[in-house]
């Protein structure tokens, strides 16, 4: 069960819930090792990575039980400090744990990372920023042991604003000696919402979706009961999806500022969209006009994890359009199998040229990672005829089954 069919063609209408944040419940789900109560979660989304991190903290020491859409996490006898090697390697959240096991434990034992494979994807600002705070680490074969006597707050600069190293320093510095102050910090919508959630708790941090975030030290966190943001992504999918298939959607469940840079680019290029309270009605009954330019930059810029689905959108836009991938290195991988599908792309290092066509014809393509598989998806719901696309496992990771979010829009999705 690890394909899709995908007979393409059909429009998209209808109305669409969008379901809670990956990347702001992978970050509080880490922040809850914070918490020397119980914490409970509302609407937690069922996807391959959330599950994995809830796996991680089971293991961890915390109690997870479920509770309708809900999670009820007891954090209260936390005690292990070893993240384990098999589940760490599969997802690029367990390095935000770092921070906070050192943080409530002193001690911290990570293997680097897994994630998508859309770059080199190093921690080396993450470890920077935790050596600043008077953690000791040795890292030998891969695996990151941290000692840290007492966490001492710090004054640390970010050479990039990296949204998992923003994470993993604030939550370190949260139970401190002193305050940290964290400059070039990220501004992503999630960080903001880990900063709610932490201070929901009995914490102190302020400046979250700023240049500069300040985190004073506290003793200890409380229980909480906390709702995350809707994930701005999905959200950006859907619309992408109908945008590029034709058709007359409302999305629910958004925040509209969180995807303003979307949003613009939609309407610069001719769709009628339509805020009404926290949904985005989208109208797609002509052609599309070439975005003309997708540079993905760090919030509030275009987001990284919308250029594929966005650049399947150019490959049937009238006109051409050059796509620049700034963050991760190797995230055109769906650039070759559109290519398959009858896109005139060229592609050179991070940067994508395409030349909008009539039509996509349905081919057999394979999704290389969590993105890619989605901007596949909707590539075949577009294209003429059938799409076989392998590895959706991929998709996962990201979606709670894409292919039943689509199907009830009008698509014509099958698991196969
Ligand atoms: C988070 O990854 C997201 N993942 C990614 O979403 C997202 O694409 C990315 O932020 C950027 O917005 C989660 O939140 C779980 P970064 P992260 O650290 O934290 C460089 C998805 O599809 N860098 O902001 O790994 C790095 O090489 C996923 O949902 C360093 O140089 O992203 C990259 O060029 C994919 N040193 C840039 O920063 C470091 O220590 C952005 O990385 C860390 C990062």
Redesign the pocket.
Known sequence: MDKFIINGGKKLNGSICVPKA???Y??ILAGCVLSSGIVTLHKCPNFV?VNKMLEILEILGCRIERQDDNVIIDCRFIHNYKVPNELAKQ???S??LLGPILARLRKAVVCY?G??D???????????GLKSLNVEIIEKFGIIQCDAKEIKGNDIHL?????????NIMMASVLAKGTTRIFNC?K?P?IVDLQNFINKMGGKIYGAGSDIITIEGVEKLSSVEYTPMPDR?IAGTYLLGVATCGGDVLVKNVEFEHIFSLITKLRDSGFEVIKKDDSIRLISNKRPKSFGKIETM??PGF???MQPQALVLQTVSEGVCVVVE????T?LKHVPELVKMGANITLKDRMAIVSGVEKLYGAEVCCT???AGSALTIAGMVAQGQTILTNVHNID??YDHLENAFNLLGADIKRV
């Open positions: 990956k990347n702001s992978l970050a990575d997802i690029r959240s390095i935000f990372p994630g998508c859309i770059g080199a994807r190093p921690i080396d600002l993450h470890l920077k050479d990039y604003p990296s949204v998992g190293a923003t994470e990220a992503e999630e992504i760090p919030y987001p990284t994890d700034n963050l991760f290195e995230r990672d969590l993105r990771r990201g």
